[in-house]
């Protein structure tokens, strides 16, 4: 079992920097694919970044490529969202999630484990 826990959501300006964080439990993170996901009002939820176990493969989704970047201390249980250079389409909630293998990392079904996420409004 996987616990995960979000935080460093707010309400910033276009043009911007936050920092999203994600705190996990267990013994078991470092062998997990962490991955973040964002959900806009009335919209489904979509990939963003994912990062492996070891932190040597990251992916984006081209929406945020050259502004976000994915990161993870496993010492420290924890995953990281920079993100860079907002814009109000970047608004949304924002959830980490876990997953035990390296297939479809863009695909939330594979994902085990969610956040409760945090909401980024980026206003213009």
């Known amino acids: 079992q996987v616990q995960l826990v979000e935080s460093g959501g707010g309400l910033v300006q276009t043009g911007t920097s936050l920092r999203l964080s994600c705190a996990a439990s267990g013994r078991t993170f470092s062998s997990y694919v962490m991955g973040w996901f964002r959900q806009a009002p009335g919209k489904e939820r979509t990939f963003v970044a994912s990062?492996?176990?070891?932190?040597?493969?990251?992916y984006y989704a081209d929406s945020v490529k050259g502004r976000f970047t994915i990161a993870r201390e496993n010492a420290k249980n924890t995953v990281y969202l920079q993100m860079n250079s907002l814009k109000p389409e970047d608004t949304a909630v924002y959830y980490c999630?876990?997953?035990?293998?390296?297939?479809?990392?863009?695909?939330?079904?594979?994902?085990?484990?969610w956040g409760q996420g945090t909401q980024v409004t980026v206003s213009s």
């Open positions: 999630a876990a997953k035990p293998d390296t297939m479809s990392v863009s695909d939330p079904v594979g994902y085990d484990y």
């Open positions: 990062i492996s176990q070891g932190g040597g493969r990251t």
